[in-house]
């Protein structure tokens, strides 16, 4: 059973970069019919896809924050990763990173398997 | 970039009666890439259904997925206590992208 779990820090200030980890388990983050998302949700609000990484190695980002997202793989590692620059208030959010876990899920790009989420709140 | 508004934004029902969510697009959406999430408090969303209409491994019965092109609908037929909850359509567009639509709660009434 494939499973997630997010890491990283919980408190980033203004301007700086927030960086987080998606650690993979029970699977292979090789897998070819995979990708590998992030999604955040502000407090109290909706969710709101962020960018997702294909196996290929290519990347797609929401417009909004394109140009502050990087999203990177380590197969060496079995894990996936966020970075996101310029932080500021509205960047504070659970950040959640999910894949499809199965064929079926991924061939109708939905997200199945879902870690538990990280809270990172950006203050000075 | 496909906006998908849902609609009502809460929907006060009690147990046992019919809950109907709608989720409108902005422009078509491909249904092979319409999703429905099912969040509840202090967890990560969960797959209800996917492909606009199929329900994902261990989603009762109750739960449907119907629509196509601009306007999808999640329906509970009998709504039980753990069905109270937010719900987020979601759609994969022609640009690699994905959007969520706002959320619906569905609240006891």
């Known amino acids: 059973q494939l499973q997630l779990q997010e890491s990283g820090p919980g408190l980033v200030k203004p301007s700086e970069t927030l960086s987080l980890t998606c650690s993979v388990s029970?699977?292979?983050?090789?897998?070819?019919?995979?990708?590998w998302g992030w999604i955040r949700q502000p407090p109290g609000k909706g969710l709101e896809w962020i960018g997702t990484i294909y196996y290929s190695g290519s990347t797609y980002h929401t417009p909004s924050l394109k140009s502050r997202v990087t999203i990177s793989v380590d197969t060496s590692k079995n894990q996936f990763s966020l970075r996101l620059s310029s932080v500021t208030a509205a960047d504070t959010a659970v950040y959640y990173c999910?894949?499809?876990?199965?064929?079926?899920?991924?061939?109708?790009?939905?997200?199945?398997?879902w870690g538990q989420g990280t809270m990172v709140t950006v203050s000075s | 970039e496909i906006v998908l508004t849902q609609s009502p934004g809460t929907l006060s029902l009690s147990p046992g009666e019919r809950a109907t969510l709608s989720c409108r697009a902005s422009q078509s959406v491909n249904s092979n890439y319409l999703t429905w999430y099912q969040q509840k408090p202090g967890q990560a969303p969960r797959l209800l259904i996917y492909g606009a209409s199929s329900r994902a491994t261990g989603i009762p019965d109750r739960f449907g997925g119907s629509g196509s092109g601009t306007d999808f609908t999640l329906t509970i037929s009998r709504l039980e206590p753990e069905d109270f909850a937010v719900y987020y359509c979601?759609?994969?567009?022609?640009?690699?992208?994905?959007?969520f639509g706002q959320g619906t709660k569905v609240e006891i009434k």
């Open positions: 029970g699977g292979s983050i090789s897998s070819n019919s995979h990708y």
């Open positions: 999910a894949t499809p876990g199965d064929t079926i899920t991924a061939a109708v790009r939905a997200f199945h398997i």
């Open positions: 979601q759609q994969y567009g022609s640009s690699f992208t994905w959007t």
